[in-house]
């Protein structure tokens, strides 16, 4: 049933000869395919110069709106291109009226720019409510319910927990905004590319994600997704010359916003992040977000049981339907370990008192015995 050729997708990531490579969660490998379109991007910087914008750049960029709509199940114009997470929140939730509804929820299991970006907001008068995680691995919808009122603007948190891997049910949580007049924003950094999403089904707000971990395209790109109805009712207060539905008028005295998202893309894009992204997302297209999570749930089944099986403390969700492609391991020393496993060119990540450590798919099962039995050899003892 599995017609992948998996092994001839490894051949795609060079670098993963050079390394025991399990560290997509902090970064994912540069592809072939990723290169040479940068290496486009400059040959034709070179023979067009400034003709390339309207030539062959913002063409690019549009069909990478294309190619990022396809893999979510949006439309290409709900579909904003940005540099990064934090300026693609700052951009949509400058346009949120805060004064009618004051409270954003989030989580204590968020990536901290979520966090950081409405706990800036106070002296607006936001009131930001971080809810703590019971088990340190998920946090319970019912957390969610006992908050979630009238006074809520926004259900701002991760599909995939960076801490602990966990999948939350988005669509639970769109509901239960949606049931109070408020909006889900999604932080799915940890989860495009390799846990697959439809926006429509699971009636998400607004998403925003980004091309460096599993969408393989590298820093200074990310994709901002928003909901068609939402977009008009939208005014950015971050925003500039790109936003502009004639942006080349230069008229500076009227702000008319494009009838799309791509309201929310205030300046000149970082185009050689565009190429490398854009790549990075036909590839997972092309082998299907579905394909792409069978492969990476059997590999990190694979390594869930070698850990267990040696006696490692996992911060693991029970049901594996909620398992994604970050394990956690609970270690005294995880900067020691990372390092001295680096040594061995076997790459993982550290977090605060455990390892993170995450097979794609184009990761083997061979690889999860090399880190697991490098593991035991310099933790024995110790766990
Ligand atoms: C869940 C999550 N959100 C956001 C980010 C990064 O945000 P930004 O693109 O603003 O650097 C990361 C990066 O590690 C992340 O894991």
Redesign the pocket.
């Known amino acids: 049933m599995n017609q992948i050729d998996w092994a001839g997708w490894r051949e795609e990531f060079p670098g993963l000869r050079l390394s025991t490579y399990l560290n997509t969660?902090?970064l994912g490998q540069l592809s072939r395919r990723s290169r040479a379109a940068m290496v486009h991007f400059m040959d034709l910087w070179t023979e067009t110069g400034s003709a390339a914008w309207y030539a062959y750049w913002l063409k690019e960029q549009q069909a990478t709106r294309e190619e990022f709509a396809r893999l979510i199940g949006a439309d290409p114009q709900e579909v904003a291109i940005m540099?990064?997470?934090?300026?693609?929140?700052g951009a949509v939730s400058s346009s949120l009226d805060f004064a009618k509804r004051s409270q954003v929820v989030t989580t204590a299991l968020?990536?901290p720019?979520?966090t950081y970006h409405f706990l800036a907001k106070d002296r607006e008068g936001l009131e930001s409510v971080i809810l703590a995680s019971p088990d340190g691995i998920q946090v319970p919808l019912a957390a969610f319910e006992r908050v979630v009122s009238a006074k809520t603007a926004l259900i701002a948190t991760?599909r995939?927990?960076?801490t602990t891997g966990f999948i939350q049910d988005v669509a639970a949580l769109a509901q239960l905004a949606h049931r109070n007049g408020a909006l889900l924003l999604v932080?799915?950094?940890?989860a495009t590319g390799q846990v697959p999403i439809d926006v429509r089904r699971t009636e998400v707000d607004i998403l925003?994600?980004?091309g460096?971990?599993w969408l393989i395209g590298g820093?200074g790109i990310?994709y901002l997704y928003v909901r068609r109805e939402l977009i008009q009712s939208l005014k950015p207060t971050v925003t500039g010359w790109f936003s502009h539905a004639r942006q080349f008028d230069f008229d500076p005295h009227h702000l008319e916003f494009r009838e799309d998202a791509r309201r929310f893309e205030a300046g000149t894009p970082s185009v050689a992040s565009i190429y490398a992204g854009r790549a990075g997302l036909q590839i997972i297209n092309e082998i299907g977000a579905v394909n792409v999570r069978r492969r990476s749930a059997e590999l990190r089944e694979d390594l869930v049981g070698r850990l267990t099986e040696r006696g490692y403390r996992l911060r693991l969700p029970a049901d594996p339907d909620t398992r994604s492609g970050i394990t956690i391991v609970e270690l005294e020393d995880p900067m020691a370990v990372t390092r001295a496993l680096a040594e061995r060119r076997i790459i993982v990540d550290k977090r605060p008192g455990a390892v993170r450590i995450s097979p794609y798919f184009y990761n083997t099962t061979e690889e999860n015995e090399i880190v697991v039995e490098a593991l035991t050899e310099l933790t024995r003892g110790s766990w």
């Open positions: 969660v902090s540099p990064n997470v934090s300026s693609a929140l968020d990536f720019t979520l991760s995939v927990y960076f932080d799915d950094y940890q925003i994600t980004g460096l971990k820093p990310a």
